[in-house]
């Protein structure tokens, strides 16, 4: 398999979703535009808490939530996604001889693309909101890199347990609804006890949240080192996944 | 080109699939075993057809699989030079809402072609698969006919080394069959491999250059077209006979009132056709080949004495065409029965038909007249197919034997 059938994967993937509309892929920037100005209008110009220390004034908190919430939705449907790969893909995997994990690595490619299109656009508003525009935002894609990296770790892991435990599906809903709200993204991490704000160290989404947080709430350079660590981590991580994906590629494909 | 070397494959069956997590934790097995495939060994030359034939579950989807690579083997290992192509299953790896020109470069891709490769052959796919205009059209639009058209354009102009050839080429037209099989004809020329399963045994005759049966996981047998059908054929009637053993004293019977009760036999009953079968000589069933000699045999029962007795016979062919009558008059051998007295009697000839199936009426009457005195009718009492030719090929219903002579000019 080759990465001229890969970006096929990417395009089918995409075209999946949006062919047969009027609008077509216009409907991928439309959602998260709208959804990008009601939290930033709505939880943060009228009904949401004041953030100290921002550039955007007012608007403050929407800033805060959608930069935290953007990457998070990448993040968890890139997990969620994976875990199902293999059964949602089994009408070719069960045909055509395609290496398992290049099939799973379209998910989060699909997803960064999607990510960064609509990070793009927030972008844009941001600054219409009085964010000021620095160097950081030029780590964004390492930024995307990085969380992508460990989602892809992750979902590899669901997809492998996936085919000794059904359930698994069910439960990565529960257990990244979860997550989500251990994540300092709808509240701030000073605004939680301080148990809660010592287990942050250990959070994967935490670690890259942050960052995000950095550049688009406080105006500020992402920590470099940190985001090293995460590529560094989640390249290894992936590597282990990828491994073990072949020790069970047997099992796997009985399963289909 | 194809190397299969021993190779066996074992199914674990769950019965739920939390079992596989129970098992894994708990080291204790919790599953049943299932032999797909046992130790199958062959090789497949470039330019060589092999078939492959069995009754359903026997192992052939299997058996691709694995020489595909799309499961793995327990045991053994398969090797393979070059690409090899199957014909996706009906939309598979189509988009249904994209057009057949934009799915051609994804599916293509999936074969394994190169950008540049289905740039190439783009056009040709095309024109092959004879879509014309609706080639802008979503794939939904499509019949099923026209996605197997597509699908089997981009997969012969993937230039495999292989080329793996299942049911899906019983979609489609007459006309766009018969293309299919001079281009595969046509490829195997070429010095590509074919792999081909079909349950059409004329096909098979056609196509294969050997062929193999599977039984159970395992080649039961291997060699010509001929003799694996005759085999396979064989292996049917077979299991058939030890399905009408377990049930063996009603079954006798069974058949002909069964067509009493749906009004498809009558007549006054004195002499009665009480069991009736086809047998070739060479296949050993109903299946036979064209110019096969096969027996007709019937067996009668009177409960009283009477002669002349006449019993006859009419083939139909599935349109309800009358193709060939005889009877015990016509051919000089009037019955006579005592009472009481139970006879088998085979009608036996040279089954010179086309390819088909048909069906055989059978009656019992006085003389030559089944209008004054007709002891036992029974419509369609038997089916028997046509499959495959015992000579040289030829077109329409009827066996006429030809013979070349050359009665004037230059002998070419």
Not at chain 1, 90 to 115: D, F, N, W, Y
Not at chain 2, 25 to 46: C, G, M, N, S
């Amino acid at each position: 398999m080759n990465l001229a059938l890969l970006w096929h994967f990417v395009k089918q993937d995409f075209s999946n979703r949006y062919s047969g509309v009027a609008l077509g892929r216009g409907w991928l920037l439309i959602t998260p535009l709208l959804q990008i100005l009601i939290f930033v209008v709505v939880f943060g110009g009228l009904i949401g808490p004041r953030l100290p220390e921002t550039h955007a004034g007012a608007y403050g908190y929407g800033i805060y939530l959608v930069s935290g919430v953007l990457p998070w939705t990448a993040f968890a449907s890139t997990i969620s996604r994976l875990t199902t790969v293999f059964f949602d893909k089994r009408g070719i995997l069960s045909k055509v001889p395609l290496s398992l994990s290049m099939v799973a690595l379209h998910i989060p490619l699909v997803e960064a693309i999607t990510l960064a299109a609509t990070l793009a656009l927030f972008s844009l508003l941001a600054l219409a909101f009085s964010v000021p525009l620095h160097a950081g935002f030029l780590a964004l894609p390492l930024l995307i890199l990085c969380q992508q990296l460990m989602a892809f770790a992750l979902g590899l892991f669901g997809a492998i347990l996936m085919v000794f435990l059904r359930d698994i599906r069910e439960m990565v809903g529960v257990v990244t609804m979860l997550w989500f709200w251990m994540v300092p993204i709808v509240y701030t991490i000073d605004s939680v006890p301080h148990f809660m704000q010592a287990i942050q160290t250990y959070n994967p989404a935490w670690w890259f949240v942050r960052e995000y947080h950095q550049i688009f709430v406080y105006g500020a350079a992402p920590d470099l080192g940190n985001i090293a660590l995460m590529l560094a981590g989640g390249a290894a991580a992936s590597g282990v996944m990828v491994r073990l994906l072949s020790y069970c590629e047997h099992q796997i494909r009985d399963a289909l | 080109m194809i190397r299969v070397e021993h190779v066996s494959k074992q199914y674990r069956i769950y019965r739920r699939h939390s079992d596989r997590l129970r098992e894994l934790l708990l080291r204790q097995p919790l599953h049943d075993v299932k032999v797909a495939i046992r130790d199958v060994d062959f090789t497949l030359e470039a330019g060589q057809v092999l078939g492959i034939i069995g009754r359903n579950g026997a192992g052939k989807s299997t058996l691709l699989k694995l020489v595909m690579g799309v499961i793995l083997p327990d045991q053994g290992a398969i090797r393979l030079s070059g690409r090899i192509t199957g014909l996706l299953e009906l939309g598979t790896g189509f988009n249904p809402e994209l057009s057949g020109y934009e799915n051609i470069a994804f599916n293509a891709a999936l074969l394994g072609m190169t950008p540049d490769e289905v740039a190439q052959q783009r056009q040709a796919i095309i024109d092959f698969s004879e879509l014309g205009q609706a080639i802008d059209y979503p794939v939904r639009t499509y019949s099923s006919g026209m996605t197997m058209r597509l699908a089997f354009s981009i997969a012969i102009h993937a230039n495999p080394a292989c080329l793996v050839v299942d049911e899906a080429l019983a979609v489609g037209d007459a006309h766009f069959q018969q293309k299919c099989m001079s281009r595969i004809k046509q490829f195997r020329a070429d010095g590509g491999a074919i792999l081909f399963v079909s349950h059409d045994m004329n096909a098979v005759k056609v196509l294969c250059d050997q062929v193999m049966v599977l039984e159970q996981g395992g080649v039961v047998f291997s060699g010509t077209p001929d003799e694996a059908v005759n085999y396979y054929y064989r292996l049917i009637a077979d299991m058939e006979d030890d399905a009408m053993a377990l049930e063996a004293p009603a079954s006798e019977i069974s058949a002909i009132t069964a067509r009493e009760q749906t009004g498809n036999s009558y007549g006054s009953g004195e002499v009665r056709i009480h069991g009736a079968r086809v047998v070739g000589q060479n296949s050993g069933s109903e299946i036979l080949a064209s110019g096969e000699t096969a027996d007709f045999i019937f067996d009668l029962a009177a409960t009283a004495a009477l002669e002349p007795v006449t019993l006859g016979i009419m083939i139909r062919d599935r349109l309800g065409q009358d193709i060939f009558g005889t009877n015990t008059y016509f051919l000089g051998r009037p019955l006579s029965f005592a009472a009481g007295e139970r006879v088998s009697i085979a009608i036996r000839m040279a089954v010179n038909l086309g390819p088909g199936l048909y069906t055989v009426t059978a009656a019992l009457h006085e003389k030559d007249n089944h209008i004054t005195g007709c002891y036992h009718w029974c419509d369609n009492l038997l089916q028997f197919e046509v499959a495959g030719y015992s000579g040289p090929h030829f077109d329409g219903l009827c066996r006429l034997v030809p013979s070349l002579h050359v009665v004037s000019g230059p002998v070419a």
